[in-house]
């Protein structure tokens, strides 16, 4: 049995990276694998999240008789605007989409707002390529079915096609993507489901099958059911007739009778359930169909929202917003101070959340007593502002939120363990490296290494590994020569004693931010992209967003350095947002956060920088980026402020 048209025609799964051109031609002639042999317990070889690496170039090729048949698609989309209303100005989320074939032929037919979304980047990117051929213009997106990053209440249908449903090891997690359905639909809009019929199934698999998939190329197939009964555990061998296996596979779909079906779409909140007429479908091949033999197709209306509690009725109304000590020194302010702009910042603060009449703040700002303050009138909720640290320390960041935590006071903003891991800027690379999001070639140079080897790549941008505000981050910080280079090390080190550094390319396009507020599975909302515009800076100086830019109101980085909304095209602003929606919950951001990007001499956008906790004051970047979304610095604030009571709403927290 095949992954689709053996077992379900949408990827929940994350394919291998994408190849190039030719490599995907090549796809079924790479090199033999070796196969297990004999396996008497299917189960036992089963991996937990299979559906991680089965969906790419041999899944089509080995499905293609039913996922790739075009009259297959278009009885399904026939099924699916009948029963579920559909009119052309619907919007319509296609989840587990794969190739796309189901929301290109809703496009073809004129639906004007369709989205697919997949965990499969290579079907994901394969849909792309194919709406951009038929001038299509459809929003495919990267995601998670538990937990897919879309606006919430935002759709009048999502749609779970070709029996996409039920690959994940537990039955909780196939509830878990029901109830994200709920999330995105709106009030009353409709589930459209299309699902094996695992009692039919049980009854009818075929142990064992074989088949040529094209003139070279065979793939046999085993079945069992596991151990309890609920799922159907596949074994995939495709061979090439001269160089033998090609892949050697394991996956399994959970088997829910109608009954069974009826009962979790209850479970998930769902009404009026309907059951509509068998899918079937069509092979090119003419061979076993295995679990996409005999679907169910069934609806299902989303219920009305259960109200969330009013701001006036929130969890929590009374707000301690917790700010920097002025009476401290700042080693990342001018003059090692607060300055009459950082007061004018926090008096403009307090003028917006004094806009938002549903709370009421207070504030605290003298560290020396910050422990017995917190203590004597434990806070509702705590707005985490202090961006400075603990003692004005940017090193004790996450020591406000480690405080608040053993106090048990819920608060805005990034927990410990981000606030430590993305105080690390070679972490952050890594972890970004690892997600296939484009970062900046870079040099780690520890503290005991007086020998250093001199990156390739000029020029170079040297800095601290540790840092925040751009501290140690000057216009000197820019080298074009190896000797400028090894000047700036030595500098570095004496500044910097102990600390490790980083030489990176230095990144010479255009800069772009991206702002989100929000959580996973519970909506992000991204804020317009923001572009650093750096044509009115002297053109003798480094183009680079540094130390004099953010603390020195006399340099020319402060006044001649200008922000406005990028002009990016659809494909590059969704690439952005997904890059950082998946950097935001792989590092645990919460509420909100600002992922900085800038594109190399040959225009490819990469990483600079991931901020939790980002500048919250008026004239930052993040607010600058929500004035471009029509929101004031009030709505902002508040924005944030709903993000983050939403989080604890949902997890269960009392007032």
């Not at 190739?99 to 809703?106: A, D, I, K, N, V």
């Not at 993305?422 to 290494?449: F, G, H, M, Q, W």
Request: glycine content about 8%; overall charge negative.
């Amino acid at each position: 049995m095949s992954s689709a048209s053996k077992n379900g025609d949408h990827a929940t799964g994350l394919a291998a990276a994408p190849k190039s051109t030719g490599a995907k031609r090549r796809a079924l002639r790479r090199q033999p694998t070796r196969t297990l042999g004999p396996v008497p317990d299917l189960e036992r070889h089963l991996p937990e999240e299979w559906w991680r690496t089965l969906f790419n170039s041999v899944y089509l090729k080995t499905d293609g008789d039913v996922v790739e048949n075009d009259s297959n698609t278009a009885r399904e989309v026939d099924l699916l605007i009948r029963t579920a209303g559909l009119e052309p100005n619907d919007r319509i989320l296609d989840l587990c989409c794969g190739q796309g074939r189901h929301c290109l032929e809703m496009a073809r037919r004129g639906h004007r707002n369709v989205v697919g979304v997949d965990r499969s980047r290579y079907l994901i990117r394969l849909a792309r390529r194919r709406a951009k051929q038929q001038g299509l213009k459809i929003a495919f997106h990267e995601g998670d079915a538990r937990k897919f990053r879309l606006k919430d209440a935002d759709f009048h249908c999502v749609a779970l096609m070709g029996n996409s449903f039920g690959y994940f090891d537990r039955e909780e997690d196939d509830l878990a993507v029901l109830q994200s359905v709920i999330r995105a639909l709106g009030s009353g809009g409709v589930l459209a489901l299309d699902v094996t019929n695992g009692q039919w199934v049980r009854e009818n698999y075929v142990r064992r099958n074989w088949e040529w998939i094209d003139q070279n190329h065979f793939v046999c197939r085993e079945r069992s059911l596991s151990a309890d009964g609920g799922r159907l555990v596949s074994r995939e061998v495709v061979v090439h007739a001269e160089r033998g296996v090609i892949v050697d596979q394991f996956y399994a779909e959970r088997l829910y009778s109608p009954d069974a079906i009826v009962a979790l779409l209850h479970q998930a909140g769902f009404t009026h359930i309907r059951e509509h007429a068998l899918v079937e479908a069509e092979s090119d091949r003419n061979q076993d169909l295995g679990m996409m033999a005999q679907r169910m197709f069934l609806t299902a209306k989303s219920p009305r929202p259960v109200a969330r509690p009013s701001r006036r009725k929130s969890l929590f109304s009374g707000v301690t917003v917790l700010l920097g000590d002025p009476r401290l020194p700042d080693s990342c302010k001018r003059d090692g101070q607060f300055n009459p702009e950082d007061f004018d910042t926090i008096h403009r603060l307090k003028d917006a959340l004094g806009e938002l009449t549903d709370f009421s703040f207070r504030y605290l700002d003298n560290h020396a007593s910050l422990l017995a303050d917190l203590r004597a009138t434990s806070p509702d909720f705590a707005l985490n502002l202090c961006d400075e640290g603990f003692d004005n320390d940017a090193f004790k960041e996450l020591h406000v939120p480690a405080l608040l935590e053993m106090l048990e006071i819920p608060y805005s903003g990034a927990g410990p363990a981000t606030l430590g891991l993305c105080y690390n800027k070679a972490y952050v690379r890594s972890i970004a490296e690892t997600l296939a999001v484009p970062v900046p070639l870079e040099t780690y140079i520890d503290p005991d290494d007086q020998s250093a080897t001199i990156p390739s790549v000029l020029p170079a941008l040297v800095k601290p590994t540790y840092g925040d505000s751009s501290v140690g981050i000057t216009q000197t910080s820019v080298v074009d020569s190896p000797r400028a280079l090894i000047a700036r090390l030595e500098e570095m080190r004496n500044e910097f004693r102990g600390m490790p550094l980083l030489i990176q390319e230095f990144l010479t396009g255009a800069e772009y931010s991206v702002g989100i507020v929000g959580n996973p599975g519970q909506g992000f909302h991204y804020l317009p992209l923001l572009e650093v515009d750096y044509r009115g800076l002297d053109p003798s100086l480094p183009q680079i967003l540094g130390y004099e830019s953010k603390w020195l109101p006399d340099s020319p980085y402060w006044s001649q350095i200008q922000y406005h909304e990028a002009g990016l095209d659809e494909e590059t602003t969704r690439r952005l947002y997904d890059h950082s929606s998946l950097l935001f919950e792989r590092l645990g951001c919460r509420d909100y956060a600002r992922f900085d990007f800038r594109a190399d001499a040959e225009g490819e956008i990469k990483l600079l920088e991931v901020n939790p906790n980002p500048g919250w004051c008026w004239d930052g970047k993040f607010n600058l980026m929500a004035g471009f979304g029509g929101m004031r610095y009030a709505d902002l604030l508040h924005m944030i402020l709903e993000a983050a009571q939403l989080r604890y709403a949902s997890n269960g927290h009392n007032a």
